[in-house]
């Protein structure tokens, strides 16, 4: 895997869509990687570089939760010296070493290799740890967030310009909340019309 150091935003969202895979998060639905047919299509969906052609094993996806369990314990801690130390551990998981080389329009970039023995989830770990680092360096650890949703327990890491992302997957844990202050809405308005039209019935 060649991984682009400067580029810390694939990283940051692997995490958070890897962290909110499990049925901790997914309770309406369950657990996400139920095997390795199910990473597979995760690692695709989420243009995870990974070598062409390998498709992941059982032994892989163990690996791979075991990852997952590591990446929610670092977004959970508010020192930002362990997340640091944590995340340089990731990176070296796969033993990567930096590489200069030219990206596709022809610029000098700095680059992570990882070796060729290294194993599905020790990319994996690299690309996270990078994501985090990079995080650290350019924005702060305060973009690692849980998700504003009252009814969720996931976290996420926002990437974005403005930082305001307050879900960890807004078009599910934003619309839901939507969808539930909708509710309330419309029953408190039932409510206080079925209180207007009894208070305007005429007494007996």
């Not at 690309?127 to 996931?154: E, I, M, N």
Request: overall charge neutral.
């Amino acid at each position: 895997m060649k991984i682009h150091f400067s580029d810390y935003t694939l990283g940051a969202g692997v995490v958070t869509a890897l962290v909110n895979t499990s049925a901790l998060v997914r309770r309406s639905t369950g657990e996400m990687l139920v095997d390795a047919s199910a990473l597979g299509r995760f690692l695709s969906e989420h243009d995870v570089p990974l070598t062409q052609g390998v498709k992941p094993t059982a032994e892989d996806l163990e690996q791979v939760l075991v990852l997952r369990r590591e990446l929610r314990r670092i977004l959970e801690t508010t020192d930002e010296d362990h997340v640091a130390e944590a995340a340089n551990a990731l990176v070296g998981q796969a033993g990567a070493s930096p590489l200069l080389t030219r990206d596709t329009d022809g610029h000098w970039q700095w680059y992570l290799a990882t070796e060729p023995h290294a194993s599905l989830a020790e990319e994996l770990a690299t690309l996270s740890g990078t994501g985090l680092l990079g995080v650290l360096r350019a924005l702060s650890y305060d973009r690692v967030r849980h998700c504003a949703s009252p009814v969720c327990d996931g976290m996420f890491i926002d990437t974005s310009k403005a930082g305001r992302r307050r879900y960890c997957m807004p078009d599910l844990c934003g619309n839901r909340l939507n969808v539930a202050n909708h509710r309330v809405r419309r029953l408190k308005n039932a409510q206080g019309s079925s209180a207007r039209s009894k208070g305007e019935e005429p007494s007996g």
